[in-house]
């Protein structure tokens, strides 16, 4: 645990509705999962890893290998890599035919290189092999607790983890094996999981244990643990798990929220116990690794061939002096007196030119073979050793010369251009927009503008660019406006500057120190405060050292809501079994009421509903729905009395998109009593149902609550730049390489970001592709939205085609909705033949996919 911070343990089962209250199968009932054929073998005895020595439970160990050679294979495997390559296959029968006296020329001037290059190479494998080995030492070499017996836990090395052990593993630890999750420091048996090992995700995870063996918290409860796991066999897919677990006389199904994978990392949790289920190569990553190839460069690839075409070459002269020779053997030898004719040798013999001729052809093959220099592979081989004094780890340098080759570089936003920090910057409540900071994305962009703009002369040198604004969406066609501002907030004093806040950049006397109360609408800033405060499924945490709560949220726009809502006077301090606590402060006197809010359903965030709700009961007893999501979702599901402000919001939307910030709609609805225990006993239904259609019955449940909502606002958090994006992308472009980036941002939020990392440039001409909105779901309709979108590919093309001007530059703009049409097999050669025609006008091309939220 970080020090200074408290975690009081909680228990989250009436929170993760749709995961963590598990039916569990009674006796006579049939299992939950049906594992009957190929592919669901495996059985593991929990606690009893002896079990697993005989056949056929004799399962892999956890030793683990990533190396391409051992000292039994390395000589061969190695010396067939070096002469699976043509340059190194023609040396070396060059050597053999040294050796015969047929030979020009002494047979060590061929062997003598041909052994140092092919020696160098084998050394330069068996030097990076080494590096895969001590790798896999260290790996092998990590130690983790795992259950000896009788409740006691020892410190045992990762490659004798056997399938069937119980490991306890400590915070920020990485998981030893694939486990199944049997408890946590949690009292609910929750824990967060960083998986970046595996699909490079930063975001944490949250895993949930299944609720019979929530009691295995502590290691003397082990003593007497016996269980036992029925599922499928090994595979690489990461993101399923079917199985069951057989404890205490019933049966219970598993399934991927309840799996560890190696390689994780155990975060934000003070330690977890789990059962080890799959080790060493069986596991899922590990399954997805492939045994290390042998690469080789676009340059070698080349030489290959350049190899072929003078060893053609070669053998064609050879064959033309040959013949000639044999020509000269068979007519103007008896001649040739001094020669001897009378007695000819073999090789001079004018009674057997095509002898002689064959004899000549093998001497000419060797004395002509400088057409080909071994310095070719002596080059790279010296070159693949070299080291600039840069401490990178390369696995392989056979590709080094791939190095200064790239042409195109396709890139993400979040993480990348980006840091993946929420800043809470921006916010409209009731028809209000608030919020007078200018985001990042406003001043870099307005900044590169002003410099292209400058660089074309439209605007002079004088103007200071440290104070440029940019109003509207940027367009090459029209001429831009740019005014000197300060980004900052005037009402701040520049001699009390504020301390920076992590996850809340918002500047506005408006809304701080209880001033909300004097604003028009004080009823709905209230309650948006109290959706940012309750709405939500983090943890908080006390740091003893400030005195404030900070927040481990899965997402770091989820922990910025929570850092302004604190900010604001409305401090989510406490979660207990059933309750949220918040600590709301109405006056800026400081006074402060707590207020528990019991947590009565909560319907999860996936990217497939794209919103989150909480059903709370509060003190006075009024039921309230508070939700959070995309704009498109959110303004779908309002009742006719709740569209008040939705004109004024939609337009901040835009403005905040164009600014480059995340969106985000919050809404509520109150709820009767009687309709809520209606709804709810048919949710406890869906969600207590044992079957395929479960997820499906969930889906609709919540789809017949989340309805008749009342709009409040919308927020709009900034994720930074990374330091020296723009400067970076600049050089990229003047070098001519091209950049593709795939966003989840609205289109306009990616235009703006685009000219904020100069992605996009002054005087680059735009091509947007979009399509329309379609009535229905009809095959006309889709048809429609094709031949739209083809007609516009088709022109956008022509006029790539006719521009004169050869230093004109493109840029391709697609939305993720068209380019999901722009990629199916009818039209995606001429989307790829436009994507072409820009790449080849140095442009760049900015793809925002559908957005998460």
Not at 179 to 188: M, N, P
Not at 328 to 353: C, G, Q, V
Not at 508 to 536: K, V, Y
Request: hydrophobic share 35%; aromatic share 10%.
């Amino acid at each position: 645990m970080a020090r200074g911070r408290i975690r009081s343990k909680l228990r989250l089962s009436n929170l993760y509705t749709f995961g963590c209250l598990r039916p569990s199968t009674l006796e006579g009932e049939d299992p939950p999962h049906t594992l009957h054929g190929p592919g669901f073998s495996r059985t593991v005895f929990c606690n009893q890893p002896h079990m697993h020595k005989k056949k056929p439970l004799r399962y892999r160990s956890n030793y683990v290998s990533t190396t391409r050679y051992n000292l039994i294979t390395f000589f061969p495997k190695s010396l067939y890599e070096q002469f699976h390559r043509a340059a190194n296959l023609y040396f070396l029968v060059a050597a053999i035919l040294s050796v015969f006296p047929l030979s020009p020329f002494n047979k060590w001037s061929m062997i003598a290189p041909l052994v140092f290059v092919v020696g160098l190479s084998m050394m330069k494998e068996a030097l990076e092999d080494w590096r895969r080995f001590m790798q896999d030492v260290k790996i092998n070499a990590r130690k983790t607790c795992v259950h000896k017996s009788d409740g006691v836990f020892r410190q045992r090395k990762w490659k004798k983890v056997r399938v069937g052990d119980v490991v306890k593993v400590e915070k920020d630890e990485f998981f030893p094996a694939d486990l199944l999750l049997l408890s946590s420091s949690y009292e609910d048996g929750i824990c967060y999981v960083e998986t970046m090992n595996l699909d490079g995700e930063t975001n944490l995870k949250v895993k949930r244990s299944l609720e019979v063996s929530l009691p295995l918290d502590d290691d003397e409860s082990f003593k007497n643990f016996m269980a036992t796991i029925r599922c499928e066999d090994p595979n690489p897919s990461l993101y399923t798990f079917v199985g069951n677990l057989e404890y205490e006389r019933q049966t219970f199904p598993l399934d991927p929220s309840q799996i560890l994978l190696r390689d994780s990392k155990l975060r934000n949790t003070s330690y977890v116990y789990g059962v080890v289920v799959f080790t060493g190569h069986d596991t899922k990553v590990m399954q997805n690794s492939t045994k290390s190839p042998s690469k080789r460069s676009r340059i070698e690839r080349t030489m290959d061939y350049i190899i072929y075409t003078l060893l053609v070459l070669l053998i064609l002269i050879s064959c033309i002096s040959s013949s000639g020779f044999a020509w000269e053997t068979e007519f103007h030898m008896p001649k040739m007196w001094y020669l001897r004719p009378d007695a000819p040798e073999d090789l001079t013999n004018p009674i057997s030119p095509v002898y002689a001729g064959v004899v000549h052809l093998i001497t000419a093959l060797l004395l002509y073979g400088y057409l080909i220099p071994i310095s070719l592979r002596l080059h790279r081989s010296c070159q693949s050793l070299a080291s600039n004094g840069v401490p990178e780890l390369a696995r392989t340098s056979n590709l080094n010369e791939e190095l200064g080759q790239v042409h195109t570089i396709l890139s993400d936003k979040t993480g990348t251009l980006t840091c993946n920090q929420m800043d809470f910057l921006k916010c409209s409540i009731a028809g209000t927009s608030y919020g007078v900071r200018s985001s990042e994305v406003e001043l870099a962009a307005a900044k590169q503008m002003a410099v292209d703009l400058e660089e074309h002369g439209e605007i002079t040198s004088s103007t200071p660019q440290s104070q440029t604004k940019v109003y509207g969406t940027w367009d090459s066609s029209r001429t831009h406006e740019i005014e000197v501002e300060s980004g900052g907030d005037s009402n701040y004093n520049d001699n009390n500057p504020r301390v920076p806040i992590k996850g809340f950049g918002f500047e506005d006397n408006r809304l701080m120190n209880g001033n909300w109360l004097r604003e028009s609408q004080p009823n709905d800033i209230l309650q948006f405060f109290r959706i940012l405060a309750i709405c939500h499924t983090a943890i908080p945490e006390l740091n003893e050292e400030t005195g404030k709560y900070t927040y481990e949220a899965e997402s770091p726009d989820e922990a910025s809501f929570l850092a302004a809502a604190r900010e604001f006077g409305f401090e989510f301090c406490k979660r207990t079994q059933s309750s949220v606590f918040v600590r709301e402060r109405f006056s800026s006197s400081g006074q402060v009421i707590e207020r528990e809010y019991k947590v009565l359903n909560l319907l999860e965030f996936t990217s497939k509903r794209k919103r989150m709700s909480v059903i709370v009961r509060d003190e006075e007893g009024q039921i309230l729905l508070l939700c959070k999501g995309a704009d498109s979702i959110i303004f779908d599901r309002l009742a006719k009395n709740g569209k008040t402000y939705l004109g004024p919001t939609t337009r901040h939307l835009t403005e905040y998109g164009e600014a480059g910030l995340q969106t985000l709609a919050l809404a509520y609805r109150k709820l009767d009593e009687e309709e809520y225990t209606a709804w709810n006993s048919e949710f406890l239904k869906a969600k207590t149902s044992i079957g395929s259609d479960r997820d499906e019955l969930l889906e609709k449940g919540s789809d017949m609550i989340e309805k008749e909502l009342i709009l409040v606002g919308a927020t709009a958090v900034e994720d930074k730049l990374q330091k020296g994006v723009p400067q970076c992308i600049d050089k990229l472009a003047q070098a001519g390489l091209k950049l593709w980036v795939l966003t989840g941002d609205k289109m306009e939020t990616a235009i703006n970001i685009g000219f904020a990392c100069s992605l996009l440039r002054q005087g680059m001409r735009q091509i947007c592709i979009t399509s329309i909105n379609p009535d229905g779901e009809s095959q006309d309709s889709k048809r429609a939205v094709k031949e739209n979108i083809l007609n516009q590919l088709t022109k956008a093309v022509q006029m790539v085609k006719l521009e004169k001007d050869p230093h004109a530059a493109f840029a391709l703009i697609i939305d993720g909705k068209t380019l999901t049409y722009a990629l199916e097999d009818d039209m995606k050669y001429q989307f790829l033949a436009l994507a072409v025609d820009c790449a080849s006008s140095s442009a760049v091309a900015c793809l925002p996919s559908k957005r998460l939220w």
